[in-house]
Each structure stands twice: as structure tokens, then as C-alpha cells.
């Protein structure tokens, strides 16, 4: 298969989740360059994850050797390098910018840290085993990846506003990612074990259900909630009228101020098309018995 349809297919997965998340975070976007130095940060993670991958190769650790190899492979030489290297990225080169003003900010910048990692890693692991091994990825790495990411971007969330428990927070977005990484791919290398690899997909499906209570939770605690729910409020009053919109002008503006107010609005348009309302000539006149009536008084115009 030729290598850009390869290339196509396994960046079609990252594509997606990334506009999710981006539809996710409703209420205050994030500027598009912090997202794609995001992105980039996330292929320079994927360094540190080679260094701790030599290293692993190094100390003679074979994951198929049994369970206790598998388990400090899974754990410690894949999860934990792939995950403290986004981890060290997120948290100094992004976690201190002015954007960062609210906590499902972390989340945000965390998956797309992963999403880029996850981009590199798809297209090399894609290139070299062909079109299964893309597929199979389509559904399990990249979504891993991006549920790896929702929950260190959570804690890491925390910890931005709640300074008093920073160094708590996150170190359990470190580490909650490296154990929920490293339980997927410690089930993912047991094959001495008939059937046990189907434990990789219950691990990732409790972690994308995590993930969806995650993203609602940051969601509601947003400060920018409120503010943006009375901005479309707003806009959707003004863009109906109502008889309260009349009652409002009432009681706002005097008689003589409404009056100077049809002069300058109502009177112009029904002079221009040939057209009185009923009653006009009546309702001209009751106008007029107020202004006589009202305190003399320079009209306020709005």
C-alpha cells in the first residue's frame, strides 16, 4: 500500500480526536498557536520515550520473559517514560501562560501534547507493519493516548487553581497516567496467557468512560460558564421581540424621552413608505398632552 494512504490513515484517528476535545472546550478557546505548539511538544516527547526505551533495552528486561518483567516493562520503561516525558512538557512549557485560566485548560493542552506522540508514533509503527497494523492502532492507541492525556490534563487542571494542593495534583496526573498506560500495555505483551490480552480493552474502555466524567466535570466548574451562557442569552433576547421589549421601554424613558425616540426612528420609516398605523393621528395627540404635562427637560437619547 502506498505510504501516503499509511500516512492518512493513521493521522485520521489523531484529526478526530483533536476537533472533539477543540468542541469540548465551549465556553473559552484556546489561542490556535498554543494548541499547535501543543502538538509539536508532543513530537518532542516522543525523545525521551526512545531514551527510557534504550535504557529498558539495556537492563536486559524482556516482557515476554514473565509477569514480573512485563510488569516493570509495562510500567516503568514504556508508561512512565512516555507519560513524565509529555508530563515535564505540559507542566513547564505551557502550564504558567496567561491562556491557561481554566482548569479544563489542562486537559486541552494535555491531549494534544498526546495527540502529536501519539501522531509520530501511528505513522512509524504504521509504515513498517502496513495497513492491520494502522487499523488495529486506529481504535486502541490513539484513543489510549488520548485517554492517557484527559486524565494527566485533569489533575494538572487541579493543580493550576488549587495552589494549596499543587504538587498533589500533579503528581497524581503523572502517575494516574502512567498506571492507566501501563495496565494497557502490560495485558497488550501477555501472550502466554490465552485470551488475557482482551483485558487491554476493558483497561481502555474504563479509562475512556473516566475520561467522559472528566471532561464534564471540568466543564461545569469553568469560570467562563456563566459568562458566556448570559452572552447567548443576551444575544437570543435581543434578536426576538417580545411585549416585554415595549414594557421595558416604558418604564426606562420618560414620555417626552419615548417620543423623541419615534421621532427619530419610527416616524422617519412611516413618512418614507407612505404608511400611518391606526389610531396614529390619536396617539399623536395623547403624546403630545404628555410632553405638555412632563417636566421641561433636555430628552435623554440612548
Request: with cysteine; charged share 15%; hydrophobic share 45%.
Amino acid at each position: 500500500m502506498l505510504p501516503l494512504v499509511l500516512v492518512a490513515i493513521s493521522l485520521a484517528p489523531v484529526v478526530a480526536i483533536i476537533w472533539f476535545i477543540y468542541t469540548r472546550d465551549k465556553y473559552e478557546k484556546e489561542p490556535t498557536r498554543l494548541l499547535i505548539l501543543a502538538f509539536v511538544y508532543g513530537l518532542i516527547s516522543v525523545i525521551p520515550a526512545l531514551a527510557g526505551s534504550y535504557l529498558g533495552s539495556q537492563t536486559g528486561i524482556n516482557p515476554n520473559a514473565g509477569l514480573f518483567d512485563a510488569f516493570i516493562f509495562a510500567f516503568v520503561i514504556v508508561a512512565l517514560a512516555e507519560e513524565l516525558g509529555k508530563f515535564l512538557l505540559l507542566r513547564y512549557g505551557l502550564f504558567n501562560h496567561k491562556s491557561f485560566d481554566e482548569p479544563f485548560d489542562g486537559i486541552v493542552y494535555s491531549v494534544m501534547i498526546g495527540m502529536g506522540f501519539a501522531a509520530l508514533e501511528n505513522v512509524l509503527y504504521a509504515l513498517d507493519g502496513g495497513l492491520q497494523v494502522a487499523i488495529l492502532r486506529m481504535f486502541t492507541a490513539v484513543p489510549g493516548h488520548a485517554s492517557f492525556g484527559v486524565i494527566m490534563g485533569y489533575y494538572v487542571g487541579l493543580a493550576k487553581f488549587e495552589p494549596q494542593k499543587r504538587n498533589q495534583h500533579l503528581l497524581t496526573g503523572l502517575f494516574g497516567a502512567t498506571i492507566a498506560h501501563g495496565t494497557y500495555d502490560f495485558f497488550l505483551m501477555q501472550n502466554s496467557i490465552p485470551g488475557i490480552g482482551f483485558g487491554a480493552f476493558v483497561a481502555l474502555g474504563v479509562c475512556i468512560r473516566y475520561c467522559i466524567i472528566a471532561i464534564k466535570m471540568h466543564q461545569h466548574v469553568s469560570p467562563f460558564k456563566n459568562m458566556s451562557e448570559t452572552a447567548n442569552t443576551n444575544q437570543s433576547q435581543s434578536d426576538t421581540y417580545t411585549v416585554n421589549n415595549t414594557q421595558n421601554l416604558n418604564t426606562a424613558y420618560s414620555p417626552a424621552e419615548l417620543d423623541v425616540i419615534a421621532q427619530i426612528t419610527i416616524k422617519p420609516y412611516v413618512e418614507e413608505n407612505n404608511e400611518l398605523p391606526a389610531d396614529s393621528n390619536q396617539e399623536d395627540e395623547e403624546q403630545t398632552e404628555d410632553i405638555n404635562k412632563s417636566p421641561r427637560k433636555p430628552p435623554l437619547i440612548p
